[in-house]
């Protein structure tokens, strides 16, 4: 085979990979959108697209954003306005109707995604019956993460096996969908104006019903933080019970389904002290020689 023939089978390979854009709903996160566009930007292979979508932010969050396009002028960052409704579901609905790629990813603005994330998503919907795909994510602001890891990918496995691969759920922090599922199911998914449910879980439910494919994959990795350990018990309480309040929405009755709900309860105290433990230690300045 040629050289020239062997160039132009992988520019056509290249050619036939779908375009995959990346969704990062925003809320008064100054804190974390740089970082977490920067893991966007510095991707094995580039995405299409670069999407936050500003909700009615009241600090930096736009400016540092703006700040980040002039910083990154080669790179497809986008900055869009939803400021019609606060919320996240109305926020993300705007993003993913915007994004113009074949494969719409959708991230949070704390996550950080590996360097190849971009490059597993194409990997993932190598396979045209998949419609959706998720994959584990890394606790970066928490000890022990290769641990952690392998921790949330059996979990995610073991979440599979109970609902006895009916439904597989995917992941807000780390998921894709293509743009034609989503089309699919845009009209149907819940607007959640009381702001009770798993908006994740309700698009994944909306999936199952159309019977659309939604593949785990494991090498699609994302980092987040573990700030939700910050929550008072009785708020966190509240964000687990999102899984059966969304269940319910959708007449969903599978007691198995109720697992991600024991091991969340059961890992919040010992999780936050490890969390408490991690911070002083990691806030503690170096010291040197005698001082």
């Known amino acids: 085979m040629s050289a020239d023939k062997s160039s132009g089978d992988a520019l056509n390979d290249a050619a036939q990979l779908p375009r995959v854009s990346i969704v990062i709903p925003a809320y008064n996160e100054e804190s974390v959108i740089r970082q977490c566009l920067i893991a966007a930007v510095y991707q094995s292979v580039p995405a299409h697209e670069i ?18 396009q002039l910083e990154y002028p080669e790179s497809p960052i986008l900055l869009l306005s939803q400021d019609q409704d606060q919320g996240l579901i109305p926020t993300r609905n705007f993003g993913l109707n915007s994004a113009t790629g074949d494969i719409l990813g959708r991230i949070d603005a704390d996550s950080v995604v590996e360097p190849d994330w971009v490059e597993q998503v194409q990997k993932a919907f190598q396979d045209h019956s998949v419609q959706a795909a998720t994959g584990p994510v890394v606790y970066y602001d928490m000890p022990m993460r290769r641990f952690g890891l392998k921790a949330d990918d059996k979990m995610r496995q073991l979440m599979l096996k109970l609902a006895k691969h009916q439904y597989h759920f995917l992941f807000g922090s780390n998921m894709a969908l293509r743009a034609s599922a989503w089309k699919t199911i845009r009209g149907e998914t819940c607007r959640d104006e009381k702001d009770e449910m798993h908006e994740d879980i309700d698009l994944s439910l ?46 969903v009755k599978k007691m198995a389904l109720k697992a991600p709900m024991v091991v969340f309860f059961s890992v919040y105290f010992p999780a936050k002290l490890l969390r408490a433990i991690h911070t002083v230690n990691t806030a503690q300045p170096v010291r040197r020689g005698g001082q």
């Open 206 to 251: 909306h999936l199952a019903d159309h019977e659309l494919k939604v593949q785990y994959w494991p090498q699609m990795v994302s980092g987040m933080s573990a700030r939700r350990l910050e929550d008072s018990p009785r708020d966190y309480r509240y964000y687990v019970t999102r899984f059966d309040r969304t269940y319910k929405a959708h007449n």
């Open 51 to 68: 999407i936050v979508v500003d909700n009615l932010s009241t600090d930096r969050t736009a400016a540092i954003v703006g700040q980040m």
